[in-house]
Each structure stands twice: as C-alpha cells, then as structure tokens.
C-alpha cells in the first residue's frame, strides 16, 4: 500500500497526518506517564505494587492521554481518510478550520466510547505490567 501511495501520489501524500500524530503522541503520552508516575506513588507499600492501585492509575493514565489530544486526533484521522486524489481538505490548518465551523463539539466526537476504551485497555495493561515484573524477578 505504501509503495503504490508513493508511486501514484508522491512523498508527501505518503506522510499526511505525521506531523499530528507526532504531536498527539509527544504531548499524550507524556500526560500519560506523568498521571500513571504521580497515581502509582500511593499505591506502593515496601517496594511492592498494589495490584488494584496499578489498575486505577492505569485507567487514569489511559484517559488523560486522550483527554489532552482528541481534537488533533480527530484533525489527523480526517485528514488521514480523505480522499488522495481529490481531498477536500488542503492539510491539516485547513481541516481543522473547514471542521470547527460544525461547532467545536465535532472536535470531540465518539470520545467518552475511546476515553472508557482506554481506561479499560490501560487499567488490564498496567497489572500485566506489574504482574510480569514479578514473573521476571
């Protein structure tokens, strides 16, 4: 796929949406081990890592991820799955002006379903964490 898009549409259609995603990324997940970093303090006792402390901090950490950069997420997926060969958006500034006129709420569309997603994913994710640093020792 990456090579027909390169082939048919060139290098810079090959990378639409980066610039956001690197942005997303940096900025989520730096909130996201910040959170989980300052929640797990409360939830050690002697070294060892409450289990349901890891959950919660898991949970947490996986809803402020998206709690800080769902609307470029949501600039990034439109841009993304427009159109290559005739877009209606000419990057992302222009998508996000084109989207805002819809009112600002469209900017966080489907996010309470990714951020309880999240929660759940992240909450699981942290005890197998966990539960693995003890298997591993």
């Known amino acids: ?25 940096a900025m989520g997940l730096g909130c996201y081990f910040y959170t989980y970093d300052l929640l797990i303090r409360n939830f050690i006792n002697d070294g060892k890592v409450n289990l349901l402390g890891s959950m919660f901090a898991g949970g947490c ?42 009112g600002f709420p469209v900017f966080f569309t489907a996010m309470p379903i990714m951020i ?7 909450a699981v994710g942290f005890v197998c964490f966990e539960v693995g640093k003890t298997l591993v020792y």
Request: charged share 25%; glycine share 6%.
């Open 1 to 25: 796929m990456a090579a027909r898009i390169l082939r048919e549409h060139g290098l810079r259609k090959l990378y639409i949406g980066f610039l956001p995603t690197l942005y997303r990324e």
């Open 61 to 102: 950490a996986g809803a402020s991820f998206w709690a800080f950069v769902y609307p470029v997420d949501y600039v990034k997926t439109m841009v993304q799955s427009d159109s290559l060969t005739v877009p209606k958006f000419n990057g992302n500034i222009d998508c996000a002006r084109k989207e805002i006129v819809k």
């Open 116 to 122: 309880v997603r999240a929660i759940v994913a992240n």
